[in-house]
C-alpha cells in the first residue's frame, strides 16, 4: 500500500540533511529528492479515494 506520509517524511529528512552540507551539488541533489518526494506523496492522494 502506497502511504504519503512516509513519502513526506523522507522529504523532511532529505531537506534536513541538505541543512548539514557544504557542497553545492549534493544540496541541490538533496533538495531535489525532497521535491520528488513531496510530488509522490502529492500524487498518492490524488488518487485516494474521496471521503
Keep these: 500500500m502506497e502511504d504519503a506520509a512516509f513519502w513526506r517524511e523522507q522529504g ?3 531537506r534536513e540533511r541538505a541543512r548539514s552540507v ?4 549534493l544540496l ?6 525532497a521535491a ?3 510530488e509522490v506523496a502529492e500524487s498518492i492522494e490524488d488518487r ?4
Excluded at 557544504?22 to 551539488?25: I, K, L, S, V
Excluded at 541541490?28 to 529528492?33: A, D, G, N, S, V
Design 48 to 51: 485516494a479515494p474521496a471521503g
Design 12 to 14: 523532511v529528512k532529505f
Design 22 to 25: 557544504t557542497d553545492d551539488a
Design 36 to 38: 520528488i518526494c513531496e
Design 28 to 33: 541541490t541533489e538533496l533538495l531535489e529528492l
